[in-house]
Every structure is written in C-alpha cells, then in structure tokens.
Nanobody, 119 residues
Framework: VQLQASGGGLVQAGGSLRLSCAAT????????MGWFRQSPGKEREFVGC????????TYANSVKGRFTISRDSAKNMVYLQMSSLKPEDTAVYYC?????????????WGQGTLVTVSS
C-alpha cells in the first residue's frame, strides 16, 4: 500500500496550490482519505478528509472555506486544492487513509510534501 503525495512548493500569501495523493496497493472504497499537516515545532494536525464511498467532506475550522478536497476514483487520486493561502499554512502536508476519521487512528500514511507560503 502506498500513498504518494506531491504538488508542494513555494507560493505567495493569497495564492493557490493543489496537492495530489496517489493511492495504490489496495481498494480504499471503505476508507476516508485525509490530509494532515505539520508545521515546525507543532504537532501534526488534521486538515480535512473525504469519504471514498460518498464524497462527503470534513474540514478543520482553520481551512474551511479555503481548502477543498476531492477525489478521482478512476485514477485513485485524492486532491487538496488550497486557496487564499496564509503564511500560517506553511507545513509539511501528508495524505492519509483512515477507516474511521472519528478516531486518531490512521491506517496508512503517505510521505509529506512541503508547502511554504511567503508573506
């Protein structure tokens, strides 16, 4: 099983960036595909997730209205579209798969991709 995140980079405040996560190695039809992030000196935090089965989404309050998660089941891809980026969004972003997003348990982690937002 592999979750491969990509798309990170340097962007100015107010800009946009789209992260991608390629999910391979098993069926994720009963999973919630999520994004987490970790800033220097801080704990990893939940950003949002999408249900693979019904496309329902949940977002952290800090990104609600600015970030959008979507998926392409044909390509086994999950996306995180980030808009109106702020310097405090600077972090390493990780994609993840969870059977139950209401717990802290993450069943699969991908490697991170660095997003840097300059002021």
């Amino acid at each position: 099983v592999q979750l491969q995140a990509s798309g990170g980079g340097l962007v100015q405040a107010g800009g946009s960036l789209r992260l991608s996560c390629a999910a391979t190695g098993r069926s994720f039809s009963h999973f919630f595909m999520g994004w987490f992030r970790q800033s220097p000196g801080k704990e990893r935090e939940f950003v949002g997730c999408i249900s693979w089965s019904d496309d329902s989404t949940t977002y952290a309050n800090s990104v609600k209205g600015r970030f959008t998660i979507s998926r392409d089941s044909a390509k086994n891809m999950v996306y995180l579209q980030m808009s109106s980026l702020k310097p405090e969004d600077t972090a390493v972003y990780y994609c993840a798969a969870q059977r139950n997003p209401n717990t802290a348990q993450v069943d699969y982690w991908g490697q991170g991709t660095l997003v840097t937002v300059s002021s």
